[in-house]
C-alpha cells in the first residue's frame, strides 16, 4: 500500500521560502506512470492545487502561484519536493501530498499524506 | 481556470437519510469529474473518479452521476461515520480545481 508522509518546518518567517518534502513508501514512486501533487487548505477552507511533478521531472504549475513555486523529485530517496518563495500569511495552511493517478483519461487523486501545518508568521 | 460550485454549502441529514450534493462546472468537462471524502483533521480520501466510477473500497451507499457540466454525488441511507465535508474535483483541463466543499452533518 502507497503511503505519502509530509515533512518540513511548521513555522516559517514571512519574505522567507517554504520547503517541505513528501517521502513515498510502499513502491511505484519511479516505477508507475503517476504524477505527484501538492495541494494546500487554509484553515477551515477549501483545497487549492499547487502543482505535479511527474518521475521524469516534468511540471505543472497552478498559475496563481507559478512565480513563487518550485517542485522538484529525488526518484533515489523516492521523495518530491515543494518550495514557495516569498511567503506571506495567507501561505499559511495545511500542505498535502498526494499521487495522481490515469483513468481513461481522467487524473484523480488517489493517495493522499497526512498533511503538514506550516504557519507564516514572524 | 474552470470553476466548481457546488450545492448546497451545508446539510443537516438524519441517519439512513438519503443525501445529495451537486457539483457544475463552469464549462463542459466531460466525466472528468471526482469526489473526495474529508472527515475533520484528516486528508481527503477518493470515492469516485471519473463521475460515476467507485474507488477500490468505498462503500457501495455512495455513487455518482453526471457529464458535461452538471454532477450528483449520493449517499444512499447515511451513516454517522459519513459526517464529513465532500469535495468535487476537475482533471478535464489545468489548473486542477476543486469546489468549495460541502459539509454534511448528522443530526
Known amino acids: 500500500q502507497v503511503q505519502l508522509q509530509e515533512s518540513g518546518p511548521g513555522l516559517v518567517k514571512p519574505s522567507q521560502t517554504l520547503s517541505l518534502t513528501c517521502t513515498v513508501s510502499?513502491?511505484?514512486?519511479?516505477?508507475?506512470?503517476?504524477?505527484w501533487s501538492w495541494i494546500r487548505q487554509p484553515a477551515g477552507k477549501g483545497l487549492e492545487w499547487i502543482g505535479r511533478?511527474?518521475?521524469?521531472?516534468?511540471?505543472n504549475y497552478n498559475p496563481s502561484l507559478k512565480s513563487r513555486v518550485t517542485i522538484s523529485v529525488d526518484t533515489s530517496k523516492n521523495q518530491l519536493s515543494l518550495k514557495l518563495s516569498s511567503v506571506t500569511a495567507a501561505d499559511t495552511a495545511v500542505y498535502y501530498c498526494?499521487?495522481?493517478?490515469?483513468?481513461?483519461?481522467?487524473?484523480?487523486?488517489?493517495?493522499w499524506g497526512q498533511g503538514a501545518l506550516v504557519t507564516v508568521s514572524s | 481556470e474552470i470553476v466548481l460550485t457546488q450545492s448546497p454549502g451545508f446539510q443537516s441529514v438524519t441517519p439512513k437519510e438519503k443525501v445529495t450534493i451537486t457539483c457544475r462546472a463552469s464549462q463542459t468537462i466531460g466525466t472528468g469529474l471526482h469526489w473526495y471524502q474529508q472527515k475533520p483533521d484528516q486528508s481527503p480520501k477518493l470515492l469516485i473518479k471519473y463521475a460515476s466510477q467507485s474507488f477500490s473500497g468505498v462503500p457501495s451507499r455512495f455513487s455518482g452521476s453526471g457529464s458535461g457540466t452538471d454532477f450528483t454525488l449520493t449517499i444512499n441511507s447515511l451513516e454517522a461515520e459519513d459526517a464529513a465535508t465532500y469535495y468535487c474535483h476537475q482533471s478535464s483541463s489545468l489548473p486542477w480545481t476543486f469546489g468549495q466543499g460541502t459539509k454534511v452533518e448528522i443530526k
Open positions: 510502499g513502491g511505484s514512486f519511479s516505477s508507475g506512470s503517476y504524477f
Open positions: 511533478i511527474y518521475t521524469s521531472g516534468s511540471t
Open positions: 498526494a499521487r495522481e493517478d490515469l483513468w481513461w483519461g481522467f487524473w484523480y487523486f488517489d493517495h
